[in-house]
DNA sequence: GAGCAGAACTTGAAGCGTCAAGCTTCCTGT
DNA sequence: ACAGGAAGCTTGACGCTTCAAGTTCTGCTC
């Protein structure tokens, strides 16, 4: 196995060097590769990226028969007021798109854990709400989930690396996102005041 | 907008609280929750890991009419010698399965930029290689693309920052995917003392 | 108060990845 | 030297996601 290389991120491809336009926001011609060590941690995080929820996917398929994104669309509705949540409100909680839900709590529904309801409030809107069969359902598939993340993740981490991680995770995302920045600002202040959600 | 929490990862679902039975290799019931610093910062790779390939697709597909899986395929392509591969080598290397590589080989094939070999070597190989059309494809992109990543990952965070990524992907990694750590040992050897590590 | 842009959602079709089979080729033991 | 099993790869079918319309409803604006 002679794998050294993963992509042109250095400047082994390449031989532009168009010196110094300055000007980035075309997307085309920039030599600004990537330092050994910023190539480096770029491919550990595509590694992540891409392994990561396979491996979430595989446990819960195995241990409950759903995907991560339904567990995910599951537990949005079992924390909401009502267990209740608007498509596109769960649709932005889940990251993904209304499409993607649509498809989802269609088939969630054929499995007896949601059901739909036009909202009162806005006559295009549906609300999702979960059964008592889904909040079973949710309820039993936590823990195993939970389990893993500490697994592969949380427990595989020093406090530090944690805190280092839930900075890192803003700053990508907002580059990723920035329409959701607003999201991020809530949640958790860093110095833990346990035991007060309910709020909303 | 109201979305507060994401999903259970605290303690707010499940009244299931085993005490101790410390036997944790059986994924059902330990109510080992996520505190909240530790809860937010899974929740933002969450985001990471569903949003930013996304992203990254999305830049690709716009300028070039590829994904991200085919740039790693040109890409890891285009780094090896004689800018050949074994199809089981390229598949580990793009973090991809066999199929699925076969299947993306097939397409880039069909559009000129790789072709198939037998391996001589090894009659039950195939050796997938890049086209002169191929490396043209891949230089061309690759210059984008290395942009992007700046803008959305490197750049938006400092040295120390990517130091620690690169860290806290190793470590991630280990735990998901622990037959494929000697590939972690490899690459980059130049991080300066990284002070703490050997957690468990 | 009528028309119109846009928001919220659904649906069907097309594309891509996974899974399970199947086909060669290689290796190991006897 | 040959049988059995494993490694390497390909293929087809199925399921899920995305994409592009299409529908219904809301809020503006004139």
Redesign the pocket.
Known sequence: MKLQLTSPYTESVSQVHEPSTTRDSSPSQQPRWLAPQERDAWLRLVGVVIKLP?ALD?QL?RDAGI?L?EYQVLAGLSEAPDRML????L?ELTN????????????LGSRGWVR?EP?P???????AILTDEGLAKITATAPGHVDTVRRLVIDALTAAQVRSLREIGTRILQQVDPADTFRLRRAAPDAPAPGQERSR
């Open positions: 396979t595989a398929q995907s994104f608007r498509m596109s409100d649709a993904g798109s209304l499409s993607r839900l649509s498809h989802v709590v269609k088939r739909r909202c409030e806005d006559g295009r809107s549906t609300n």
